[in-house]
Nanobody, 120 residues
Framework: QVQLVESGGGLVQPGGSLRLSCAAS????????MGWYRQAPGKQRALVAT???????NYADSVKGRFTISRDNAKNTVYLQMNSLKPEDTAVYYC??????????????WGQGTQVTVSS
């Protein structure tokens, strides 16, 4: 059993900033890649950013240069710093982690999602 809990979403004006956090808990042996995905109403869930256990990052073109993903392995936590936010960034943001537990091979886990709304 692994749980991912996101926090930090909310309402922000265009050009503003937010920082999302996602903490993983449970019988975690190792976390491989972690990432953030987002889903706008009526749209498919799309990748925002990922980060490997070694710190290698990948970003969607739409957020590159504005968002920064990072992780704290000691806290089993991944962050998404979002700057220069645009209305088109409005979505539910989901945390994802590829987790190996003490008794199971690695598999994907998802957080419950946190709403980010960019509007004036």
């Amino acid at each position: 059993q692994v749980q991912l809990v996101e926090s930090g979403g909310g309402l922000v004006q265009p050009g503003g900033s937010l920082r999302l956090s996602c903490a993983a808990s449970g019988s975690i042996f190792r976390i491989y890649t972690m990432g953030w995905y987002r889903q706008a109403p009526g749209k498919q869930r799309a990748l925002v950013a990922t980060i490997t256990s070694g710190g290698r990052t990948n970003y969607a073109d739409s957020v590159k240069g504005r968002f920064t993903i990072s992780r704290d392995n000691a806290k089993n936590t991944v962050y998404l710093q979002m700057n220069s936010l645009k209305p088109e960034d409005t979505a539910v943001y989901y945390c994802n982690a590829d987790v190996e537990t003490y008794h199971d091979s690695a598999s994907d886990y998802w957080g419950q999602g946190t709403q980010v709304t960019v509007s004036s």
